[in-house]
T-cell receptor, first 116, second 106 residues
Framework: DADVTQTPRNRITKTGKRIMLECSQT?????MYWYRQDPGLGLRLIYY???????NKGEISDGYSVSRQAQAKFSLSLESAIPNQTALYFC???????????????FGPGTRLTVL | GIQVEQSPPDLILQEGANSTLRCNFS?????LQWFHQNPWGQLINLFY???GTKQNGRLSATTVATERYSLLYISSSQTTDSGVYFC????????FGTGTRLQVFP
């Protein structure tokens, strides 16, 4: 089984709809992240969480919200989707200790979201 | 914030050729990772490399943290190496570079 799973893998929705993307991990990592990738560009950080009930804004948090329901689950919501939120969304996990990551970050397979 | 720049932005190779991708970063970081994003969008971990050199088959990476750069070497390239290569530096989160798009033709 994959270490980091994302659901759904693909989603097409309409402007104004509320959308939730879900992420689960089996790595036991404390830190979880949501990234967005636009065509031809690198990944940009939306939100991240160091532990349950700890939420931090990333570079591009406007229009998004998150919930860390458990150590293994981190969901991303688009409250009212708009076309420029069409992108590939990645969830990632990491383990942090003594001022640094103890291991590589693990990425999910991505969710391809299209907002019409 | 930290700036991460990669070069070249695009690279076209014939199968069997070797290449070197470079990643420069503007400040001290805890660590650095290299990823390959395949044509289907999947991100694949290549190296987790704070310093020194690591090798994995035809790929190797070297990070010189004191000089703020890392290099990814691809030897005897294959068509399956095509895709985008990202470096990302760790502070308390990953900051991604702009990527190098590699196309390998038979």
């Amino acid at each position: 089984d994959a270490d980091v799973t994302q659901t759904p893998r693909n989603r097409i929705t309409k402007t104004g709809k509320r959308i939730m993307l879900e992420c689960s991990q089996t790595k036991g990592h404390d830190r979880m992240y949501w990234y967005r990738q636009d065509p031809g560009l690198g990944l940009r950080l939306i939100y991240y969480s160091f532990d349950v009930k700890d939420i931090n804004k990333g570079e591009i948090s406007d229009g998004y919200s998150v919930s860390r329901q458990a150590q293994a689950k981190f969901s991303l919501s688009l409250e009212s989707a708009i076309p420029n939120q069409t992108a590939l969304y990645f969830c990632a996990t990491g383990s942090w200790e003594d001022g640094g990551f103890t291991d590589t970050q693990y990425f999910g397979p991505g969710t391809r979201l299209t907002v019409l | 914030g930290i700036q991460v720049e990669q070069s070249p932005p695009d690279l076209i190779l014939q199968e069997g050729a070797n290449s070197t991708l470079r990643c420069n970063f503007s400040d001290s970081v805890n660590n650095l990772q290299w990823f390959h994003q395949n044509p289907w969008g999947q991100l694949i971990n290549l190296f987790y490399i704070p310093s020194g050199t690591k090798q994995n088959g035809r790929l190797s990476a070297t990070t010189v943290a004191t000089e703020r750069y890392s290099l990814l070497y691809i030897s005897s390239s294959q068509t399956t190496d095509s895709g985008v290569y990202f470096c990302a530096v760790n502070t308390d989160k990953l900051i991604f570079g702009t990527g190098t798009r590699l196309q390998v033709f038979p």
